[in-house]
């Protein structure tokens, strides 16, 4: 055995009706062909061997139906959800599209998308060679793509998961090609995570804001970002968290800014060329800021009347959150957006938007800071009076940087630490049912 242990087209008779396709660096197939229409088919990727056997039109035309899923798969969505995958014959074979726009296996080894999706069309390719011109199914392969407008927009649209009126609400035009499909802009991506949670009208609004800013070479903020890549050494396993902390540490070394040194963070955007508009979108509350940093910008929208954005706090988190994602998340194939919600879904991918968190928290103020700060007052509502004043940040992210701090001599006592866990829990407490209330109205009074 030489590890591929799929007993199909071993023979020589067998291995002259078979075709190798493929679909990307590690991930092979093989069809071997039969008399008729019958197809086995041999999957090999890094993860695992499977294997099927049927019908080439059932084949085709299973493909042909997924191929919406297949070729314009969204490379934004989490690793977790299966995107590439059919069963046939009880035997299913999977590929997962990573947040990065590549694909995956179980055992992370990662194949671009491009080399993919061309296996797969020649995998189509070798289907219908097998089957008359005009037969159906190889017509149906054929004509898998649409080629009007119309058609490709409402495939755009149910890409977006957006109604028709919606996209033509949101002003949406249908892409030139439809291989445009595969990569969404940053218009698009915002559209689909916002679309279902807010009006048109105010998504619009916030959409020609991004649709202003065409997009800016940023060779400072690239160099910056490559060289924070570089200089971070992170421990295997590292936590999300816990690199957004290491980047924001290496950012402020990097910058000459001093640990107790609060950070200008709409001047340091507008020294890397970020550009940043306010908009006024009362209908939208729970919309804190949307950024966009591929085919447009990179630019910060911020909701001047978001519930976390309102305040002057508020939107220097949401600024620091975005430079977060625009120094550690741009690089390579990347998300090209993102909305940031106060009391919203967690995002298209928690763990990078709890790296962007952690990122914004810890520029704006170190861990370290805040925790000396406190065994210098010994008190803990001076010190937060003193943070929240000097650092200009809220009081709940005072309190999460003082609670996070690593234990150990220097931080808080445990008296301290149960003061501040509690402050923590009371202020969520009202934040939440601030908004659980907004949502839903106040809650029904008990009638006896
Ligand atoms: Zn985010």
Known sequence: MDGFDIPIGRTKAERRRSAWVTLGQGFEVLLTFSAGEWVNVAA???????????????????????????????????????????????????????????????????????????????????????????????????????????????????????????????????????????????????????????????LRRMLDEIRRSPPQDTPLLDQVAEHLQQSIVLEVGCAFHEMGHAYALAFRQSRGVLPNQPIDIALVLRDFGVEIRRLSVPEAPDL?????????????????????????????????????????????????????????????????????????????????????ELARQGDLAKTLEVLCSHYQVSQLLALRQLDNHPEGPGGPTSEQSRDIKHKIRKLSLKASSRSAWTRRGPPPKLTR
């Open 44 to 202: 090999k990727a890094p993860w695992g061997e499977t294997q099927f056997q049927g019908s080439v039109v059932v084949l085709l035309e299973a493909m042909t139906r997924l191929w919406r899923g297949l070729a314009f798969a969204d490379p934004l969505v989490p690793i977790e959800k299966h995107l590439i995958g059919w069963r046939f014959c009880r035997v299913g074979l999977g590929v997962h599209i990573a947040p990065n726009g590549a694909l995956r296996g179980m055992d992370h080894e990662v194949v671009p998308t491009d080399d993919v999706l061309r296996g797969i069309v020649s995998l189509g390719n070798q289907l219908s060679a097998r089957l008359p011109v005009a037969h159906l199914a190889a017509r149906g392969w054929r004509d898998r793509a649409p080629v009007t407008p119309e058609d490709i927009a409402a495939l755009d649209a149910s890409l977006l998961k957006i109604s028709a009126q919606k996209y033509n609400d949101l002003g949406l035009v249908p892409v030139g090609k439809t291989d445009d499909l595969i990569y969404p802009d940053d218009v698009r991506v915002v559209a689909r995570s916002a679309a279902s949670r807010v009006a048109p009208v105010a």
């Open 288 to 372: 804190d800021a949307v950024a966009a940093w591929g085919s447009y910008g990179p630019v910060i929208v911020v909701n001047t009347q978001g519930r976390h954005s309102r305040t002057p706090e508020g939107e220097r988190a949401s600024l620091a959150h975005e430079f977060g994602h625009l120094l550690v998340d741009r690089n390579g194939s990347r998300p090209v957006a993102d909305v940031r919600w106060t009391n919203g879904p967690k995002g298209f991918n928690a763990s990078w938007e709890q790296r962007a968190n952690a990122f914004a928290a810890e520029l704006l103020l170190p861990r370290e800071t805040a925790v000396r």
